[in-house]
Every structure is written in structure tokens, then in C-alpha cells.
């Protein structure tokens, strides 16, 4: 029995007019607003937008960490209502348990849903051999680079089979170029395991690289701004970043995030920063400005 991946007509995320309010001491705080965005089952979607814009907070709805204040969002038609192990996370923070081995830290979450020794020695091992850490399985986290605990975190988040795979800027804390080998190999499982991906960047590049589409979400409160279809063909290879339309794909959704992040500095430029220079800012923005 191939106990790796989940069925393919699985793990179809659907929000609808999701608004998320926040209660502060200094009063409320809209996140997102009436977003709505989809993926497919087997689909690689990312979200990218400017700094608080609400990524965070949408991901944190679909993984069940957080209840919508408006709208709903569901996996496979049902309303999500908590987390659940049809949904795996990986955030930037690696989560590791120290006291464990790589292989450990992988069976975990099968030990917890009864999963035989065996048959977790044999997820555990097959999805450590495709990301190229079967010969660590028994070393500990600390004896890692944090390319490799990373590594160790998205097989650990694949473990129980997932629907789907929730990743909130997984990379963000790694060199650039150990960044680039994680893409590939993360592109190389999806490809082989097509699951849904959900994931969360600031780096254009990789969003295009990896992704089938992209939202495009305006500063706070996020909305969507656009949804950009990546039509690169698959398998993605690195050579594909050279090309005319990959290099066009970057551009455009450069030009639409400069626009957002313009207009999220715009509030704070106005509130403290030109307005101390006596700079006034016109109707249009603070764009011909800098
Ligand atoms: N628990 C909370 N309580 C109050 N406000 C919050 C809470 N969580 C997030 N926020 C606010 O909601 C907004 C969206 O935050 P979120 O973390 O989702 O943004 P983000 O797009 O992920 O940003 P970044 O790119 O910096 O990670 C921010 O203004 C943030 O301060
Ligand atoms: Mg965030």
C-alpha cells in the first residue's frame, strides 16, 4: 500500500468573503477583508503582498488556528473549524523537537494516529529518501543546518498524508542560496506527491517558480489585489528563470506589490515621517516622491 500520498480528488480549498477583525487595547483592527481565493486539488497557489497585509492571519483561518469574523473557509466542502491532519504546517520557525531524531520528529504525528512501527518506519523513511535526508534519520535537529531542518519540517508536515500543505514563508530564514536548492526540492516533491500548496513568500522569484498561480494582496486590510496564472510548464527547472516570460511574470507582479507597499508606507510617511519634513503628499500618493 503507498501510504505517501493522499487521493488526488482531495484537498480543495475554498474561502469565501473572509474578513478577519482583530480586538486591540487601541481598538480594532481589520486584517483582511472580503477575500476570496481557491486552490484546486493538486495545486500550487501563492500568496504575496506587503508586510501586514494579513497573510499570516488568512493562513492561520485555513489551518484552523483562527475563526473568521466574517465569511467561512472550507476544505473539501466542509467549514474548517480547527486544525486537523488533513492539513500539514510549516512556518519559518523550525519546530523541531531537539530531544528527537530526524526520523522521530517525522513519525511523531504518525505515532499519535496510531500508525503501526513499521508503517512508520516506512512513511517516515520514503519521504526522508525523497528529500534527501534518509542517511540523517538518526542524527538531532541540533546536528542540522537550517536548510536541513527545514527539510526535516516540511517531510515532518507530509507525514500523515496531508490534503493539503499550509507553508507561511518557509524559507525566509535561509541564505539565498540554500533557498534556491529548498525551491527545487520542494518543487521536485510537489511534483511527485501533488498535493495542494498554500504558501506564503516576499520573494517573487520563488512564488513564480514554484507556483501554478498567485494572489496579489493590497496592503492592509488585505484584499485581492490580482490573481496571476504562472503557465510555465512542469517540471520547473532553474534554467526556466531566464526566460522571457518567466522574467516578465517577475516584473508585472513587482510593479503590483511596489504599488501596495507604496501604500502601506504612505499611512506611516503621512503620519510621522514626510509630514516632519513639511513634504506634502498629494493625491497621488507618495510614489513621485521616491
Ligand atoms: N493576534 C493579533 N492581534 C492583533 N492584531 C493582529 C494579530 N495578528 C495579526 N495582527 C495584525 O493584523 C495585520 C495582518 O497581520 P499578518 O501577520 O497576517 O500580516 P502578514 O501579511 O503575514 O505580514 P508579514 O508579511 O510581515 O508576515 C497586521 O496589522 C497585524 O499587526
Ligand atoms: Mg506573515
Not at 512556518?91 to 528527537?100: H, I, T, V
Not at 494572489?215 to 528563470?241: D, H, N, Q
Not at 518567466?246 to 510617511?269: H, W
Amino acid at each position: 500500500m503507498n501510504i505517501v500520498s493522499p487521493p488526488a480528488s482531495l484537498g480543495r480549498i475554498d474561502v469565501r468573503n473572509l474578513g478577519i477583525r482583530f480586538q486591540t487595547k487601541a481598538g480594532s483592527i481589520d486584517a483582511v477583508n472580503d477575500v476570496s481565493i481557491h486552490v484546486q486539488p493538486g495545486e500550487f497557489v501563492s500568496l504575496i503582498g506587503p508586510s501586514g497585509c494579513g497573510k499570516s492571519t488568512l493562513l492561520n483561518v485555513v489551518a484552523g488556528f483562527l475563526e473568521p469574523t466574517s465569511g467561512q473557509a472550507m476544505l473539501d466542502g466542509q467549514t474548517i473549524r480547527g486544525p486537523g491532519s488533513d492539513r500539514g504546517v510549516v512556518f519559518q520557525q523550525y519546530s523541531l523537537f531537539p530531544w528527537m531524531t530526524v526520523r522521530k520528529n517525522v513519525e511523531f504525528g504518525l505515532k499519535l494516529k496510531g500508525f503501526s512501527a513499521s508503517e512508520r518506519e516506512t512513511q517516515a523513511r520514503t519521504l526522508l529518501g525523497l528529500a534527501g535526508l534518509l542517511s540523517f534519520e538518526n542524527h538531532y535537529p541540533d546536528q542540522l543546518s537550517g536548510g536541513m531542518k527545514q527539510r526535516v519540517g516540511i517531510v515532518r508536515a507530509l507525514a500523515t498524508s496531508p490534503q493539503v500543505l499550509l507553508m507561511d514563508e518557509p524559507f525566509g530564514a535561509l541564505d539565498s542560496q540554500t533557498r534556491v536548492v529548498m525551491q527545487e526540492i520542494l518543487t521536485n516533491m510537489w511534483q511527485r506527491l501533488r498535493i495542494s500548496v498554500l504558501f506564503i513568500t516576499h520573494d517573487i522569484e520563488e512564488a513564480v517558480f514554484l507556483s501554478d498561480r498567485i494572489y496579489v494582496m493590497t496592503a492592509r486590510p488585505g484584499r485581492i489585489k490580482s490573481e496571476i496564472v504562472v503557465p510555465l510548464p512542469r517540471p520547473r527547472t532553474p534554467e526556466m528563470t531566464a526566460t522571457p516570460q518567466f522574467v516578465q511574470l517577475v516584473r508585472t507582479i513587482k510593479t503590483l506589490i511596489r504599488e501596495e507597499s507604496l501604500a502601506a508606507m504612505g499611512g506611516e510617511l503621512c503620519d510621522g515621517g514626510l509630514g516632519g519634513l513639511s513634504t506634502e503628499v498629494g493625491p497621488q500618493g507618495v510614489a513621485h516622491l521616491v
